[in-house]
Each structure stands twice: as structure tokens, then as C-alpha cells.
């Protein structure tokens, strides 16, 4: 957490003895102000309630003052609801007094396109922990506080419950939490982060997480202003064994930065959040019913492991076929059970129609209802086994044994499920187990499509990127990107270079290449997407190679004015496939390695490709290149090697701003790359 908002400061915006609400109005019951006294009021906030406005308020509950000059000593917690122009002053005068947090409504700031007056704001408020501007406020159950003039808070509503929800939408954050009291689930914390002028999510999230009522931080993603946090956040949840779940917008791909390479240009904003999330354990949705899903598959406590074991118990072996074959598809297994456990069961002595897995428990599975805990038992127990799925249908004569198991399912320590098919109209919501009682094989997938996924641990590479402005780009071409990168072990096809086409013909031969076909190439830093200008040709026969050499020639020559301008040939590579493989170092994220389809299906959006942020684990490497052996037919070995050497050319040249290798080529024995791209920033 920022040093200038200690975690006292965040005690005191959540839990305040006393709240002094300005801009409240005595004869406008609408407005902002009055409208959030008269909601502290109906709650029943037990701490002092000031309210500060030109005429006084008329309630044996409220001191009403004029300024917060007049009050004895300062509330601790000011809330800004006034017009814009007013909350720098408002803010002024709370900070002189010895307010340590305040609340602000006002809108009219940078979400207007007024950076200035938000300047104004921010120093006014000097060390202050502030929430807002243009906030809806926050919420604390447990402390009778609800600072907020939404209408939703005026409904009845379930008991407070281990959910905090952190909102850049001060509406939808309260849709969310509507959506989660229908699944059952309640909440305790609210906060509407607004402008995130002072306080971020991030600093909201590492204070609720270490609160010991909160088992699931729900955020709200329109935009991320501080990645290190958030990823600090979900690293820390994880150590805990809570959890952290987000639902972002913004998928669309690079449309802000201004790219010189094809990595730098698919590593959208919604890309690097994705890759955030994945390595740091936070679980990013895409709809409010994802979100719900994911909250609840929280709250089983999943921590499986990577393709976990699931045990699937029915009395149908045609749903067992479906279960199985849908957690099969989700990357997850269904191994046999260990002939210990398949005795345990044996001894019970409900299973007929088979011990394997999944366990088919047969058509008279019923009369055998006693011994099901014991089976569920024997399953909770297993070694073997990191997830238990329970599949029963209909119930209507034996509703009290359903619930019973339901009961126990939801006890387990292993993370076990129970699907209720066609259970008895409201018998699933009486059950009051949303985390563990389901309707449905499509509901579950839906739910535990949130836990398969793999761990990570702790990281070993220390990089947050490059912070500068992105002022001046300078660009390495291939000629000179190509030997940096070779020296760090990415192995490049040979070259030669010269300033004419017969001296690229001269160079060729005095080479020696082996086959009779070749690549050349113009070569100038004025020309990165050179492809594009007509600066490349390759399949070319050793017979035509002057011809092609001057025509390229010709045109480097009208496309640049360049004095290092030069023609580069390769003899051509025969391959089985291309790979992309590059990096670029964001000022939100920091630095993301982007592994993907290479050749000209780089600039195609919807082909694969894969995103790690730095710091990246072992494992997170690893998984990266296992991917990619799968999806292009190479040696995950030989790509995991390149991703380091990759990583270690970063931390050698922080200089370097985006790195390009397009495309690394897939040939027997390994990888060898035939274009490479660096781009530099300058400081202004």
C-alpha cells in the first residue's frame, strides 16, 4: 500500500466514529447531500453525524454547522457533496483541521475532460486517503454504514457475508451485489473508487483482503492504474486462501498505443489484464453471471491443482459419461480409483453397478441412502482424488436424505459439488448451499470452469517494466537486433549486407550458403513493417537474384532516406511452422512476453496466441512453451529456452522498449529465427 495511505487511514474510511456530510441542503431532500445523511440516518450509523450547510438541518441526531471551521474537532471521515467548483476548498478546509479521510461525490473532473480542477482537488486534499471524485460512496455492513445515495441500499436485503465489492461503476457495483444476494450470497464492504484520484482499487483491496470476515474481493474493472498492486493483491489473497474475482471491459486489441512491432500491437489492454490475472491468481469474467459463477466457486475453497482429479458419483451412467466427458474437455481428469479406495467402497457396499470412475451407483441406489455419507466419505479421503462431483436426480420421495447430502457435501475438505437434477421446485434455494447444490451438468461446467486452472508460485523474475513516457522510438533493424539477440542464444539465420545489389550478389557467393534459394531484403530503420513497402522477396533463385536485389533496391531507395540503408540476404529456411516471439514493456503492466502465430498471421487478432507478464515463474514459462509445442508442432524445450534468453536480453538492455522476433522458425532440431525487430526509448 502507498506509504501515504497507511492502513489506519483506510480504518478510519470504513469505520468512522463520526461523519460530517457537506453540501447538505435543508430544503432539497433530493440533493446529494441530504440524501446521504438520510441514509446514514435510516441504517442507524451509531456515531456522531454532522451536518454543514447554510441552513441547519432539523434532526435531534444532527449538529448542523456551516462550515467545518466551527466544529471542536474534526469528524473523522468528511463527505464532498458539492458542485465541482467548491470541493478543492471543501477538501482544503477538512485537511487544515486534521481530517484524515474524506468521501467525494462532486463530479465534473478528468471523467469530464477537466484534469486541471482534479489537479486543484488532489492538492487540496495533501495527505489525506480519498475516495473519488464522481464516487457512489461506500459501504460497511458490519459498522451500520451506508455512505451512498443508491436506492438499492433501501430494499430489504440478506445479512452482511464475506464478499467486499470494489467498483470503478458505482452503479453496477450495487447491480453486482444485487445479483449476488439473489445466488445467496451476501456482502459485507462496498466502495466506489470513481476517478481513483488518491485511493486505487488495488490499495482498497490489500486493506479489505486482510480483513478476517472476507473470504472474495469482487472487482470492477473499466481501466487499471496500478497493475503492481493488483497483482500484489492477488498474490496476497492466494497466501491467504481467498480469493479475488474481476470483471473487466475493454478486450479490444493495442488501439492506444502506437506500435512499431507486431508484438507491441496485439498486446491489448484486455491481454496483459488476462495475463495479470492468470499469474497472480485473480479470476477475470467477461458477464455479471461469470462473476456470480466465479464468487461461488470461491467460496468452495478451490485451490486445485493443474488438470485436477475429479471423482464422479451418480446413479445415471449416462450423466456420468457427460460429466466426465465435460471435465475431460476443461483440462481436468478422471483417473481409476486406487485399489485402496475401490475397497474402502467395497466394504460400504452401496455401489452396484460399478466401483471405477465415475462410480455408477445404479438404479436402487436409494435404498442404500444411510451409506452415502460414508461414500462421500471414503472419496473426501482418497489421495488420489482433488474433486468430488455428486450427480442425483428427482428426490421427491426422499427430500430429507437430499438435504442431508447436501449437507454433507458441503462439508467436505475436498471441494465437492452436488447437481440436484430436477430437484423439487425451490429445494435447491432452500438448501441455502449456492456454492454447492446445482441444477444442472451445464451450471456446474459453468462453475468449475473458474477452478481448473493451473497454480503458480512464487515469482523469480523481477521486472516491472519500463516506466517512461514513451517519448522517441529509435529502431534496431534486423541487421544489427539479429546479432544482440543471437548472442543470448536465439539462433538467426546467417546473413550478408551490402549497399548494392551486386554487392549483396558478391556477398551471397562468397558465402557458400548450401541450396539454391534465398531471401533479400531492404534494411532501414525508416522502414519497420518493411513487408508492407514491398521490401521483401523470397524463393529467389540463385538466377535471379540481381534482379531482385535491384528492384528491392530500387525501392528502399524511394521509401527511405537512410545513409545505413542496406540490402540483406538469407538463404531461405525450409520449415514445418512460424512463431511469433516477442516482448514490449508496458507503462501500466509492465513488461508482457507475447508467444503467437508468427509470419502474417501475427496481424491477425484471432490467431493463438499466449501472454505472460514479468515477473514470470518457472512455471509460468513452461506452461507458455508447452503450449506452444502443442499448437505449432516444436520442442517445448527449445521455445522455453528462447523465452529466457529473451528475458535475459531484457534485463541486460532497459533500454530496449519492444522486441520483435517474426517469425522464429520451426525446422528440424530446433528453432531458428529469420526477422528480428528492437525498438528503443529515448528519454525527452
Known amino acids: 500500500m502507498p506509504p501515504s495511505f497507511p492502513s489506519h487511514r483506510l480504518h478510519t474510511l470504513f469505520e468512522p466514529k463520526s461523519i460530517a456530510v457537506v453540501g447538505v441542503s435543508a430544503t432539497q431532500p433530493l440533493s446529494w447531500g441530504r440524501l446521504t445523511l438520510d441514509r446514514l440516518l435510516a441504517c442507524g450509523f451509531s456515531g456522531e453525524l454532522v451536518a454543514v450547510g447554510p441552513q441547519a438541518v432539523e434532526s435531534p441526531s444532527v449538529v448542523s454547522v456551516r462550515s467545518l471551521s466551527e466544529l471542536n474537532a474534526p469528524p473523522d471521515l468528511v463527505v464532498v457533496a458539492t458542485p465541482a467548483d467548491a470541493a478543492p476548498g471543501v477538501l482544503a478546509e477538512a485537511s487544515a483541521i486534521g481530517v484524515v479521510a474524506a468521501v467525494v461525490f462532486s463530479a465534473g473532473f478528468s471523467e469530464a475532460g477537466d484534469t486541471l480542477r482534479e489537479q486543484r482537488l488532489r492538492e487540496a486534499a495533501g495527505d489525506m486517503a480519498v475516495l473519488g471524485p464522481n464516487c457512489l460512496g461506500i459501504v460497511n455492513h458490519a459498522a451500520g454504514i451506508q455512505l451512498s445515495t443508491s436506492g438499492f441500499l433501501g430494499r430489504s436485503r440478506r445479512t452482511e457475508g464475506p464478499v467486499a465489492i470494489i467498483t470503478q461503476s458505482g452503479a453496477l457495483g450495487f447491480v453486482l451485489a444485487d445479483l449476488l444476494e439473489k445466488a445467496e450470497i451476501g456482502y459485507t464492504y462496498y466502495a466506489s473508487v470513481g476517478n481513483e484520484m ?32 493488483l497483482r500484489e493483491l492477488g498474490e496476497r ?29 496485439v498486446a491489448g489492454d484486455y491481454t496483459l489484464l488476462s495475463a495479470l490475472c492468470t499469474q497472480a491468481g485473480i479470476l477475470l469474467v467477461r458477464t455479471d453471471d461469470e462473476l456470480v459463477d466465479a464468487v461461488l466457486c470461491g467460496r468452495k475453497g478451490c485451490r486445485l491443482p493443474e ?186 539465420v546467417p546473413m550478408v549486407a551490402a549497399t548494392t545489389p551486386e554487392g549483396v550478389v558478391a556477398a551471397i557467393e562468397a558465402a557458400d550458403w548450401a541450396g539454391t534459394r534465398m531471401v533479400v531484403k531492404g534494411d532501414s530503420s525508416q522502414a519497420p513493417h518493411r513487408a508492407h513497402l514491398g521490401l521483401l522477396r523470397i524463393d529467389i533463385a540463385r538466377a535471379d537474384l540481381l534482379s531482385a536485389a535491384a528492384e528491392i533496391h530500387a525501392r528502399l531507395n524511394r521509401s527511405c532516406v537512410d545513409d545505413e540503408a542496406r540490402l540483406v540476404a538469407q538463404p ?24 503467437g502465430a508468427g509470419g502474417a498471421r501475427a496481424e491477425d487478432h484471432s490467431a493463438p496466441r499466449h501472454t505472460i507478464l514479468l ?70
Open 198 to 229: 488518491c485511493l486505487t482499487t488495488a490499495d482498497l483491496g490489500q486493506y479489505l483482503v486482510e480483513r478476517p470476515e472476507v473470504e472474495t474481493i469482487v472487482l470492477y474493472l473499466e481501466g487499471v492504474r496500478d497493475a503492481a498492486g
Open 307 to 492: 488438470s485436477p482429479a475429479f471423482a464422479v458419483l451418480t446413479m445415471s451412467g449416462g450423466a456420468g459419461g457427460v460429466l466426465a466427458d465435460s471435465l475431460t474437455t476443461m483440462g481436468a481428469r478422471i483417473p481409476p480409483l486406487s485399489e485402496p479406495t475401490r475397497r474402502r467402497i467395497a466394504e460400504i457396499g452401496t455401489v452396484e453397478a460399478g466401483d471405477l470412475n465415475p462410480i455408477d451407483l445404479g438404479g436402487n441406489f436409494f435404498r442404500s441412502l444411510d451409506s452415502f455419507h460414508a461414500l462421500i466419505g471414503v472419496l473426501d479421503e482418497a489421495d488420489e482424488i482433488d474433486a468430488v462431483v455428486v450427480y442425483l436426480t428427482f428426490g421427491d420421495y426422499f427430500v430429507d436424505n437430499f438435504r442431508d447430502i447436501a449437507e454433507t457435501c458441503a462439508a467436505t475438505a475436498t471441494p465437492t459439488w452436488f447437481i440436484w437434477a430436477g430437484a423439487p421446485e425451490g429445494e435447491i434455494t432452500r438448501s441455502r448451499r449456492p456454492e454447492t447444490v446445482i441444477p444442472s451438468i451445464g451450471a456446474f461446467v459453468r462453475r468449475t470452469s473458474m477452478a481448473v486452472r493451473p497454480a503458480s508460485t512464487k515469482p523469480v523474475e523481477q521486472d516491472r517494466g519500463d516506466r517512461r513516457s514513451p517519448a522517441l522510438r529509435r529502431v534496431l533493424t534486423e541487421l544489427h537486433a539479429a546479432p544482440v539477440l543471437s548472442e543470448a542464444g536465439i539462433r538467426h
Open 237 to 265: 489473497a492466494r497466501t491467504l486462501g481467498k480469493t479475488v474475482v474481476a470483471l473487466a471491459v475493454g478486450s479490444s486489441e493495442g488501439g492506444r498505443r502506437s506500435a512499431l512491432s507486431h508484438t507491441a500491437a
Open 615 to 684: 515477473p514470470a515463474t518457472p512455471q509460468d514459462i513452461d506452461g507458455l512453451a508447452t503450449w506452444a509445442s502443442s499448437e505449432f508442432d516444436c520442442d517445448a524445450a527449445s521455445i522455453a529456452a528462447a523465452i529466457r534468453s529473451l528475458i535475459a536480453v531484457l534485463h541486460e538492455h532497459p533500454e530496449y522498449h519492444e522486441i520483435d522476433i517474426n517469425p522464429l522458425c520451426v525446422v528440424d532440431g530446433g528453432l531458428v529465427a529469420v526477422d528480428a525487430l528492437i525498438t528503443l526509448t529515448d528519454t525527452p
Open 572 to 595: 531461405l529456411v525450409e520449415h514445418r511452422a512460424e512463431i511469433a516471439l516477442g516482448a514490449v514493456r508496458d507503462p501500466i503492466y509492465g513488461t508482457a512476453v507475447v508467444l
